[in-house]
């Protein structure tokens, strides 16, 4: 099936989030809707027949947006699941917050309370529905702290009863699950240096094609049907790719987005998805994530998807062989499916 239709944006002009999302084709019976959930702009995918009980809700990775995961939460509610993609405060398609230097400020803490907030909103409004969260590379790491605050915290033990399960998906950007230092993570740092140093009032100039290998490294190319549309979104916000590669890379030193080993989820079945030959994020790491999680009492199930492809969510071949998988997952559970 082929979700993304060919670009009819100018390569100039300012790309919003629903100007974007306009140009890729849904498939029969789901539509889409924007929705914002504390203050966190979303996209909200709804089927048309519902098969089950649940809402699933998505967090992106540092770099990435909502659109990242429309092919993914496209064929999810293809499937009869509704699907809430959440953009992080800084992100593409965040109107609110425009300036690299608060962003920069960012914390895996704050991106967790944000979520947080979204989720409790989100059960508010759907009583009757159960929570799926899904968070990708970087967002898996926030989805782990929202969900131990959610725990911990007395006067939301009703929202936290509602979770029924975690997905993350190639789980990165903390102390455990380190960035790999390879060409993909040096040349997406070097892409990203003139838009942070123009914060600075510096000037700097890279030559294009550092910016075109660092979107390139790490992904199948040909698996994507409309390249320079995704390119466009990934060259939006090049400063904040930087500075979020750059604080994953080194958390030694910049300790507030390491990984804390007090975070405890409770015993949530977790569904650990990582890439078998992934460029950034190792599949030691995977697998490592899952050891760690089981031993603080989570159940995990580990899945290994033979792709090179980190960012697998967006490629609707890859994507689909994913909403399987968590298909297949979802179907152990009791008194989810109708």
Same mark, same amino acid.
């Given at each position: 099936?082929?979700?993304?239709?060919?670009?009819?944006?100018?390569?100039?002009?300012?790309?919003?989030?629903?100007?974007?999302?306009?140009?890729?084709?849904?498939?029969?019976?789901?539509?889409?809707?924007?929705?914002?959930?504390?203050?966190?702009?979303?996209?909200?995918?709804?089927?048309?027949?519902?098969?089950?009980?649940?809402?699933?809700?998505?967090?992106?990775?540092?770099?990435?947006?909502?659109?990242?995961?429309?092919?993914?939460?496209?064929?999810?509610?293809?499937?009869?699941?509704?699907?809430?993609?959440?953009?992080?405060?800084?992100?593409?398609?965040?109107?609110?917050?425009?300036?690299?230097?608060?962003?920069?400020?960012?914390?895996?803490?704050?991106?967790?309370?944000?979520?947080?907030?979204?989720?409790?909103?989100?059960?508010?409004?759907?009583?009757?529905?159960?929570?799926?969260?899904?968070?990708?590379?970087?967002?898996?790491?926030?989805?782990?702290?929202?969900?131990?605050?959610?725990?911990?915290?007395?006067?939301?033990?009703?929202? #936290? /009863?509602?979770?029924? *399960?975690?997905?993350?998906?190639?789980?990165?950007?903390? &102390? +455990?699950?380190? !960035?790999?230092?390879? %060409?993909?993570?040096?040349?997406?740092?070097?892409?990203?240096?003139?838009?942070?140093?123009?914060?600075?009032?510096?000037?700097?100039?890279?030559?294009?094609?550092?910016?075109?290998?660092?979107?390139?490294?790490?992904?199948?190319?040909?698996?994507?049907?409309?390249?320079?549309?995704?390119?466009?979104? #990934? /060259?939006?916000?090049? *400063?904040?790719?930087?500075?979020?590669?750059?604080?994953? &890379? +080194?958390?030694? !030193?910049?300790?507030? %987005?390491?990984?804390?080993?007090?975070?405890?989820?409770?015993?949530?079945?977790?569904?650990?998805?990582?890439?078998?030959?992934?460029?950034?994020?190792?599949?030691?790491?995977?697998?490592?994530?899952?050891?760690?999680?089981?031993?603080?009492?989570?159940?995990?199930?580990?899945?290994?998807?033979?792709?090179?492809?980190?960012?697998?969510?967006?490629?609707?071949?890859?994507?689909?062989?994913?909403?399987?998988?968590? !298909?297949?997952?979802?179907?152990?559970?009791?008194?989810?499916?109708?």
């Amino acid at each position: 099936m082929n979700l993304i239709s060919k670009s009819t944006l100018r390569r100039n002009n300012r790309i919003t989030l629903e100007s974007f999302l306009n140009g890729i084709k849904l498939p029969r019976g789901v539509n889409r809707v924007y929705q914002r959930f504390n203050n966190i702009k979303g996209v909200r995918y709804l089927p048309t027949r519902e098969t089950s009980n649940l809402i699933e809700v998505t967090v992106n990775g540092m770099g990435q947006s909502a659109p990242f995961f429309a092919p993914y939460a496209a064929l999810t509610a293809e499937k009869g699941i509704e699907t809430i993609c959440l953009t992080l405060p800084g992100h593409f398609g965040d109107e609110n917050i425009s300036s690299l230097n608060f962003f920069s400020q960012l914390t895996i803490e704050d991106y967790a309370e944000y979520v947080k907030r979204a989720l409790i909103e989100i059960a508010s409004q759907n009583p009757e529905k159960k929570l799926i969260v899904n968070g990708h590379s970087m967002g898996g790491q926030i989805v782990l702290s929202a969900i131990t605050s959610l725990k911990e915290d007395e006067n939301e033990s009703e929202t #936290y /009863k509602k979770i029924a *399960g975690l997905i993350i998906s190639s789980g990165a950007g903390t &102390s +455990f699950a380190r !960035i790999r230092h390879t %060409i993909a993570m040096v040349l997406s740092v070097a892409a990203g240096l003139p838009s942070y140093l123009a914060s600075l009032g510096k000037t700097f100039k890279i030559p294009n094609f550092v910016a075109r290998w660092s979107f390139f490294a790490g992904i199948n190319i040909k698996q994507f049907t409309d390249i320079a549309r995704v390119f466009d979104l #990934y /060259k939006a916000e090049p *400063g904040r790719v930087f500075m979020q590669l750059l604080r994953a &890379s +080194f958390p030694s !030193i910049l300790g507030e %987005i390491a990984y804390k080993p007090d975070l405890d989820i409770g015993n949530i079945p977790v569904l650990n998805v990582y890439a078998i030959i992934d460029p950034l994020v190792s599949a030691k790491t995977g697998l490592g994530l899952s050891t760690l999680l089981t031993r603080k009492g989570a159940t995990v199930t580990t899945l290994g998807l033979m792709t090179r492809n980190h960012n697998y969510i967006t490629v609707p071949e890859e994507a689909i062989e994913l909403v399987d998988e968590k !298909i297949n997952w979802l179907k152990t559970m009791p008194n989810i499916f109708s």
